[in-house]
């Protein structure tokens, strides 16, 4: 009974910061960051490089240098996300400081993973996708 309840207050703990970080941003914010994400994946459906390549923030594009690099890259470790089956965004957490759009997908596998997409803000007010982090799903027994 103890060890329930517990694990229910960690679960209620840890939708805090979720739910703190979807009040922090507008509502145009948390439509844009989802935007991006849907240009970027439909980019990779065409295989158009240079556009999934731009919607990447700085310091990606200056991690992989070009945008073919950037596509081999994704082709060989993302490919949930390169050719998704289907793709839900989820809420909006807060990472390391960033907000970070949940995603759940299901590859082209039939594997479901979630997907995490830290977003950073450009000077002019635009976001950019700041990585890629995939993860089996959770699942609680509570």
Wanted: with cysteine; glycine share 8%.
């Amino acid at each position: 009974m103890v060890a329930r309840f517990l694990a229910l207050l960690l679960l209620i703990l840890a939708a805090a910061p979720a739910t703190a970080q979807e009040r922090a941003l507008s509502d145009g914010d948390r439509a844009a960051i989802r935007d991006v994400i849907s240009r970027q994946v439909e980019a990779f459906r065409r295989d158009d490089g240079d556009a999934a390549f731009g919607l990447a923030s700085p310091d990606v594009q200056r991690l992989f240098g070009t945008a073919q690099t950037f596509m081999d890259m994704v082709r060989r470790g993302y490919q949930p996300v390169y050719r998704p089956r289907v793709f839900d965004f989820g809420n909006i957490v807060e990472l390391n400081g960033q907000p970070t759009q949940r995603v759940h997908v299901v590859g082209p596998d039939g594997r479901r993973v979630n997907a995490l997409y830290p977003m950073t803000r450009l000077p002019d007010g635009s976001w950019r996708i700041d990585g890629c982090f995939l993860q089996p799903p959770e699942e609680h027994q509570v």
